[in-house]
T-cell receptor, first 112, second 114 residues
Framework: GAGVSQSPSNKVTEKGKDVELRCDPI?????LYWYRQSLGQGLEFLIY????????KSGLPSDRFSAERTGGSVSTLTIQRTQQEDSAVYLC??????????FGNGTRLTVT | GENVEQHPSTLSVQEGDSAVIKCTYSDSASNYFPWYKQELGKRPQLIID?????GEKKDQRIAVTLNKTAKHFSLHITETQPEDSAVYFC?????????????FGQGTTLQVKP
C-alpha cells in the first residue's frame, strides 16, 4: 500500500510567518512521530502520538511548535513565527507499535 | 531525559573490510534497538533491529550486538561494499504500553572506498 506521505515537499517562508506541515501516515498505523533533521545532523525527536493517548511533546524546541493528529490519522505540525534556525527537513514516521518506523520523504523548510 | 550517543561520527573503510558503529543509551528501561540507513537525499530505512531479550542478531552481512549491563549496542557490517556508503543511525526505545518514543543517535557517515 501507500507509504507515509508528507506535504509540501519543499517550503520556503519568510522569517516571522507561520507554516503548517502535513503528514499522512500509513493506514492503520497507530503511532506517528515527527522528527527534525538539520543539514548533516541527526534525527531530533519532536513529538510522538500513540493511539488515543496524550501525545509526548517533550521534544518540541519551543512553544512556537505545536502538532495535532486528527481522527487518529493525519497530523499537522505547525511552526509559528518561524526563525531561520527552524530551517531543516521535517520527517514524519508511522508504525503499528514502536517499530519498524516507516518514514516519509520529509518536508524541507527554508526560512529566509 | 533519554539520550543515545553514537560513535564514530564518520568512518571510512576499504571495500571488503568490516565496519563497526557503537551506541550507548541512558534509559535503562530501553528494550528495543533498531538501526536505520539513510542514503543521500532519501528517507531513513530500517536495516536491522534487536530486542533486549537477545544478545546478538545477524542478517547476512549485518549483525547487531547488545550489552544491556553496559547499556551499549553495536552494528557490524562485514565485507563492506560501496553501496553500503550512507549515514547510519542507531536508536533506542522502551517498547511497552504507550511509551514508545524512539530516540536516535547523531548518526555515522560511512564511506566505503572501492
Amino acid at each position: 500500500g501507500a507509504g507515509v506521505s508528507q506535504s509540501p515537499s519543499n517550503k520556503v517562508t519568510e522569517k516571522g510567518k507561520d507554516v503548517e506541515l502535513r503528514c499522512d501516515p500509513i493506514s492503520g498505523h497507530t503511532a506517528l512521530y515527527w522528527y527534525r533533521q538539520s543539514l548533516g545532523q541527526g534525527l531530533e525527536f519532536l513529538i510522538y502520538f500513540q493511539g488515543n493517548s496524550a501525545p509526548d511533546k517533550s521534544g518540541l524546541p519551543s512553544d512556537r511548535f505545536s502538532a495535532e493528529r486528527t481522527g487518529g490519522s493525519v497530523s499537522t505540525l505547525t511552526i509559528q513565527r518561524t526563525q531561520q534556525e527552524d530551517s531543516a527537513v521535517y520527517l514524519c514516521a508511522s508504525s503499528l507499535d514502536v517499530a519498524p518506523l516507516h518514514f516519509g520523504n520529509g518536508t524541507r523548510l527554508t526560512v529566509t | 531525559g533519554e539520550n543515545v550517543e553514537q560513535h564514530p561520527s564518520t568512518l571510512s573503510v576499504q571495500e571488503g573490510d568490516s565496519a563497526v558503529i557503537k551506541c550507548t543509551y541512558s534509559d535503562s528501561a530501553s528494550n528495543y534497538f533498531p538501526w536505520y540507513k539513510q542514503e543521500l537525499g532519501k528517507r531513513p530505512q530500517l536495516i536491522i533491529d534487536i530486542r533486549s531479550n537477545v544478545g546478538e542478531k545477524k542478517d547476512q552481512r549485518i549483525a547487531v550486538t547488545l550489552n544491556k549491563t553496559a547499556k551499549h549496542f553495536s552494528l557490524h557490517i562485514t565485507e563492506t561494499q560501496p553501496e553500503d556508503s550512507a549515514v547510519y543511525f542507531c536508536a533506542a526505545s522502551r517498547r511497552s504500553g504507550n511509551t514508545g518514543k524512539l530516540i536516535f543517535g547523531q548518526g555515522t557517515t560511512l564511506q566505503v572506498k572501492p
